[in-house]
Structure formats: structure tokens, C-alpha cells
T-cell receptor, first 113, second 114 residues
Framework: DAKTTQPNSMESNEEEPVHLPCNHSTISGTDYIHWYRQLPSQGPEYVIHGLTSNVNNRMASLAIAEDRKSSTLILHRATLRDAAVYYCILSGARGGATNKLIFGTGTLLAVQP | ETGVTQTPRHLVMGMTNKKSLKCEQHLGHNAMYWYKQSAKKPLELMFVYSLEERVENNSVPSRFSPECPNSSHLFLHLHTLQPEDSALYLC?????????????FGSGTRLTVV
């Protein structure tokens, strides 16, 4: 499974944008880039995913580098409820096999009021 | 509520007990997963079921026994556990065979082995 590298922790101020980076230099052509977050005492929650093009949804935006070796999750206006561990995961289901998500240690985002 | 329901939310059991964790989804997914999250550690994938067949067992001790009777239900049967098995056990579901789809996780069962 291809590996991702994320900073251990980041801090942000409330109502400011947050850019969470992820490096994945060994990504293969069929790997999707997934982002999940985990709030305290809860299961992980899907945030966004993409393959090559930038993606937007109601929660966040995903900016993918042209060479796909890195990506950035963008929270446009951080709130206190966005404080969580954010995981960047590569996922590629090959040959009809079941897709697997292998979690790393993620980035712990702290949001200051 | 995520669409994946896990029961019980909390469980305390002795090392000689037998208990089961239950996971249920009605999202139309056909792949289900058990993860273990110990304190200060990343989530560890334990078992993968796809189309009701176990397709992966990541070197999990035999005191953990999964069961998937249909695509909507997943169980984890526990017996003669050790204190180090205390953790948050998470169930997830998704669609088989595609990476272009997210997982939905339950809220987990917090297990304490005494």
C-alpha cells in the first residue's frame, strides 16, 4: 500500500482558512486520495476524495498537485467543531478486489477561538 | 447517526467471558470491515468482508472471531480476551470493488477487558 506523510499537528484560528498538506510520492495511477477526519470519541468521518482534478464539497476542498505526489485539504473557515485528527489515505482497488483503507497517524488539528 | 450502527457502545468484560459486538448498515453497501483503535495508535484493519465472504484477516488472534451472516450485518465474537485487547472497535461499510467511494464508519464500541 502506498504511503502518505502528514504533519503530526497543526493549529488554526477560528474562522480562518486551514490548509492541511499530504505527501504521497509513491502514488500509483489508479490510487484515489481520500481524506477522513476523526472527532474525539467518534469513528472516522468521510470528508472528501479525488483522483486527479480538484474537488469541492460542502465540507472542504481538495487540491491535487499536477504530478499527484501531494495534495492539500482546505477548510475554508475553520470552526471549533473542525478540531479533529485528519487522515490522508491512498486507496486503490485493483482487479476487482475490495478497496481497503489503511490509516496512518494523521494530523491533529487544533482550532483556537 | 452515520447509517452504520454499532452495539453496544460500551462493554466491560472479564477475561473468561464471551461477548459479541454487532454492526448493522442499511446503506446498500456490500463490503464491511472491523478496525481496532488502541490508545495513541492508528486504526488497525482487522477483518474485511466482501459480498459476505471474509477476504482478509490481518493476523488477528483467534480469540477474535468475525461473522457476516448477510451484507447488512457484521459481528465480532470475543472470548478469553486479554487486558491489552481493550480498545475502540470500529465497524465500517463501503461498496466492493471501487476506490471511488467512501467508507461509512460507526461510532464504535469502547471495550474494556478486566
Amino acid at each position: 500500500d502506498a504511503k502518505t506523510t502528514q504533519p503530526n499537528s497543526m493549529e488554526s484560528n477560528e474562522e480562518e482558512p486551514v490548509h492541511l498538506p499530504c505527501n504521497h510520492s509513491t502514488i500509483s495511477g489508479t490510487d484515489y486520495i481520500h481524506w477522513y477526519r476523526q472527532l474525539p470519541s467518534q469513528g472516522p468521518e468521510y470528508v472528501i476524495h479525488g483522483l486527479t482534478s480538484n474537488v469541492n464539497n460542502r465540507m472542504a476542498s481538495l487540491a491535487i498537485a499536477e504530478d499527484r505526489k501531494s495534495s492539500t485539504l482546505i477548510l475554508h473557515r475553520a470552526t471549533l467543531r473542525d478540531a479533529a485528527v485528519y487522515y490522508c489515505i491512498l486507496s486503490g482497488a485493483r482487479g476487482g478486489a475490495t478497496n481497503k483503507l489503511i490509516f496512518g497517524t494523521g494530523t491533529l488539528l487544533a482550532v483556537q477561538p | 447517526e452515520t447509517g452504520v450502527t454499532q452495539t453496544p457502545r460500551h462493554l466491560v468484560m472479564g477475561m473468561t467471558n464471551k461477548k459479541s459486538l454487532k454492526c448493522e448498515q442499511h446503506l446498500g453497501h456490500n463490503a464491511m470491515y472491523w478496525y481496532k483503535q488502541s490508545a495513541k495508535k492508528p486504526l488497525e484493519l482487522m477483518f474485511v468482508y466482501s459480498l459476505e465472504e471474509r477476504v482478509e484477516n490481518n493476523s488477528v488472534p483467534s480469540r477474535f472471531s468475525p461473522e457476516c451472516p448477510n451484507s447488512s450485518h457484521l459481528f465480532l465474537h470475543l472470548h478469553t480476551l486479554q487486558p491489552e485487547d481493550s480498545a475502540l472497535y470500529l465497524c465500517a461499510s463501503s461498496l466492493h470493488g471501487t476506490s471511488n467511494y467512501g467508507y461509512t464508519f460507526g461510532s464504535g464500541t469502547r471495550l474494556t477487558v478486566v
